[in-house]
């Protein structure tokens, strides 16, 4: 029970660190403007790397809670800590390695059009880096509301929203709108953060 505890406020602290991160996220823009919000783009992807041991020791208090003999409960956390390493990726290069860079050499007799061909380098990497933590959160969700909808141990609603997450993700990738877009970065993390809070307080109270 202290064990189930403890990974559901891991949890919780987790996705609050995420939502603070999406808060204080900027949008991006120019070299000049990079650098006035330098230690805004710095704050907000610290807590972001921040939150990432949080989550990876929730979902894996998460995932034994929803462990079955075939063992697809782990798969689907598997699929969350390749999406966390993805997401670390990305918030180092984007809100570390980025501003410090530019902070660096943009002051200095470099051409100009170097400068931007390594940040746009950076910026190529971001994608398919943000790419591959939705999808691997999406799998991940999508496993774990399948177990809680044919479990009895969480509410059944729970399952439901997660489905039903997936479900608005795979319309909006079909769709004109932009996933990688600053506000549908944030409605993506805000649904599927909500949803990590839902299972971390459920965690918390679990009797079983």
């Not at 208090?61 to 997401?87: D, Q, V």
């Not at 691997?136 to 969480?154: C, E, Q, R, V």
């Amino acid at each position: 029970m202290e064990f189930k505890k403890t990974a559901g406020f891991c949890l919780i602290i987790g996705s609050v660190l995420l939502t603070l991160t999406m808060i204080l996220h900027p949008s991006g823009g120019n070299i000049e403007h990079i650098l006035r919000i330098k230690n805004i783009l710095i704050v907000s992807h610290s807590l972001a790397i921040v939150s990432l041991p949080f989550l990876t020791f929730g979902f894996y208090g998460f995932h034994l809670t929803l462990t079955t003999k075939n063992r697809i409960s782990l798969l689907a956390f598997i699929f969350t800590c390749f999406g966390l390493i993805a997401a670390m990726i990305a918030a180092t290069i984007n809100g570390l390695t980025l501003p410090l860079f530019l902070s660096e050499y943009s002051s200095n007799e470099i051409n100009n059009t170097l400068i931007n061909t390594v940040r746009d380098y950076g910026s190529s990497i971001n994608v398919p880096m943000d790419y591959i933590f939705i999808t691997s959160i999406a799998l991940s969700t999508g496993i774990w509301s399948i177990l809680i909808i044919n479990k009895s141990i969480y509410q059944k609603w729970i399952g439901y929203y997660g489905i039903l997450l997936n479900v608005l993700l795979v319309i909006f990738f079909f769709s004109s709108f932009s996933l990688l877009s600053l506000y549908g970065f944030r409605f993506l993390i805000f649904g599927y953060v909500s949803w990590g809070i839902i299972t971390g307080v459920s965690l918390t109270i679990i009797t079983e």
